[in-house]
């Protein structure tokens, strides 16, 4: 248990010590939310709930808020957690060939990602709050965060395999801003088209608006949030179980005639 305080410790200083992350997490989700509230148009717009099935009306704005809330944080634990993950990588493995239990460096992993995503979802719930009293702010809280648990989740992965932070920067910019902007009804008029629920962001996305617009809780889609976050938080941590595991070396037979004295 000692080894995973120690680890837990480390995997959050690691993270708190990111300056970007910091700055991002301070300033450019109450910019996007403010923006998104003070710019975009007030005019109705008309939206099919696909948990449900009936049109939701409500303000551009609105819509858009929670858009730009998903893409924050989803674009700052993503990269958060690829970046201290590539950067503590070799540390890791050198830490499992010294002997320090592989399974407490998991849920050390896991517990940052947690924490992280808990952390800013709630941040960035409160400010669509500040702007806007939606019908239920915990049912938000509970979208925002498994948005960002689900991108923590890729970035552990990507971290795996991308060679430095700039492609692992352009391959989560690019995967959250395909997945978010193709639900927003204001960028596009077919959101609720039968291809978007393939998206990984789909779930999130319905939990929010359900929060935001209806006083229904959508539990089949929070599910398809939860199951799109945990598959995506397992594959990351076996790759990384199965990147550091330590392959025993059987010693090779003595030549033929020598002798152990």
Known sequence: MNAYRVA???????LARNRLAMVVLVGFIPLLVSLAHFVVTRNVVAFR????????????EKFTMITCALSAVTLLVGFAMFTAAQR???????LVAAGYPRTELLLAKLT??????AVVG???????WWYWPMEQPLLMAVG??????????????????LPGELEGMFTIIMTSLIDLALQNPI??????????TFLPAYGAMQTCLGAGFTDIIPLRHVAISVAWATACAVVALATFALRTRIHATSPRPLPAGDSVS
Do not use: K
């Open 8 to 14: 837990t410790r480390y995997s959050l200083l690691v």
């Open 49 to 60: 709930y696909r948990a449900t099935g009936a049109l939701l009306h409500g303000t551009g």
């Open 88 to 94: 503590s990588s070799d540390f890791d493995q050198r």
């Open 112 to 117: 940052t990602l947690i924490v992280s995503a």
């Open 122 to 128: 709630a941040y960035a719930t409160a400010w669509l």
């Open 144 to 161: 925002v965060f498994l948005a960002a648990l689900l991108y923590g989740a890729i970035g552990l992965f990507l971290a795996l395999f």
């Open 187 to 196: 960028a596009n008029p077919a959101a609720d088209a039968a291809l978007i």
